[in-house]
């Protein structure tokens, strides 16, 4: 598959299966539906071997987007977390994206998705960031997208769905074909919500701001990183609605995930905001220091597989 690269092993259901035999029936519910949930989770090389980003926090995520959606996992966080761990080092890999994944399997069709059976994936790969290399110190050039955040009532952005990821795509498409590197949603009611697959954050007047999780986004576990690693370094941090403007007047505009990194953002809609700032440099310098593993005080969020 193009730009895919392919390692050993697939967790599935339970038991690592070489990658090429990792497959499902053409009838799975969810390829029909949409009725699956997942994560994005890195694995980052550090001077003690190799170390899970947040882990447990993502498989906590993992564990309230199916009960969100009535899918029933079936197994424990705790159980989950090892699966993940047994999957890194099944493929020997020294830094990796992760992608757990549970879904409707095969059996039934229609509308119900509760009598379907659920099936657990997780798969490894090497992945270099996101957006590039170039992107991380240059930034990125991002457009407010025509397409719409889904209100916090239909397909809810607090649930990491697959269905949810359709819309992200249709303005995924658009900014690509406008030029930019990046959507941002705004809501139905034009407030600022999120990139198609990062979290966003402004920086004014020295001040750090955020939309807030009832506006419609999903709780980043890097936007979370990033908040408390701003906190620590002295940076007032807030959460509040924004709008289009907030964004073209801001002195800096970041962008995080656990794909994407920390990105700068040089220009909004042509209104250029300029080269990656001193605020959003230090926090992106801090975020890559603590992921290897060369900030103590941020140990408990590394899992050594
Ligand atoms: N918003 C959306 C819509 C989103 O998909 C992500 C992660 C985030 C915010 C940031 O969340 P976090 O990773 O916990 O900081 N997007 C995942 C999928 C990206 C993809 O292209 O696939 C990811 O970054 O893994």
């Known amino acids: 598959m193009a730009g895919l690269p392919k390692v050993d092993y697939i967790w599935m259901d339970g038991e690592l299966v070489e990658w090429d035999k990792a497959t499902v029936h053409v009838l799975t519910h969810a390829l029909h539906y949409g009725s699956g949930v997942f994560e994005g989770i890195r694995c980052y090389a550090t001077a003690d071997g190799p170390a899970i980003f947040r882990l447990r926090d993502h498989m906590e995520r993992f564990e ?3 009960r969100m959606i009535m899918m029933d ?3 424990s966080v705790d159980d989950l977390c090892e699966a993940v761990k ?15 994944i549970a879904f409707r399997g095969y059996g039934v069709m229609g509308l119900d998705p509760i009598p379907a059976p659920v099936q657990i994936v997780i798969a490894a790969w090497p992945w270099a960031t996101y957006m590039g290399e170039e992107a ?5 050039d991002v457009g407010i997208s025509s397409w719409r955040q889904r209100g916090i009532n239909s397909l809810p952005p607090a649930v990491k769905a697959t269905g949810n990821y359709l819309n ?23 407030k600022v919500c999120e990139g198609t697959g990062e979290n966003i954050f402004i920086v ?10 009832s506006d419609g986004i999903l709780e980043g576990i890097t936007r979370d990183s990033i908040m408390v690693i701003a906190d620590e370094l002295g940076y007032p941090v807030i959460e ?12 800096e505009v970041f962008m995080t995930g656990t794909a994407a990194e920390v990105v700068p953002v ?40």
């Open 64 to 66: 309230r987007s199916a």
């Open 73 to 75: 996992l079936a197994v």
């Open 86 to 100: 047994e999957t890194v080092r099944a493929n020997n890999l020294p830094e990796c994206y992760i992608r757990p």
């Open 136 to 140: 991380l110190t240059r930034g990125v």
């Open 168 to 190: 992200s795509s249709l303005a995924r498409i658009e900014a690509n074909r406008h030029g930019y590197n990046e959507a941002i949603l705004l809501n139905e009611e034009g």
């Open 204 to 213: 004014r007047d020295g001040v750090i701001s955020t939309p807030p999780v």
């Open 240 to 251: 509040e609605s924004l709008v289009r403007t907030d964004l073209y007047a801001a002195d």
């Open 266 to 305: 040089r220009s909004v809609d042509g209104r250029l905001i300029g080269d990656a700032g001193p605020v959003t440099l230090e926090l992106q310098k801090t975020f890559f220091r603590v992921v290897h593993g060369e900030e103590p005080a941020y140990e408990e969020w590394l899992d050594r597989v």
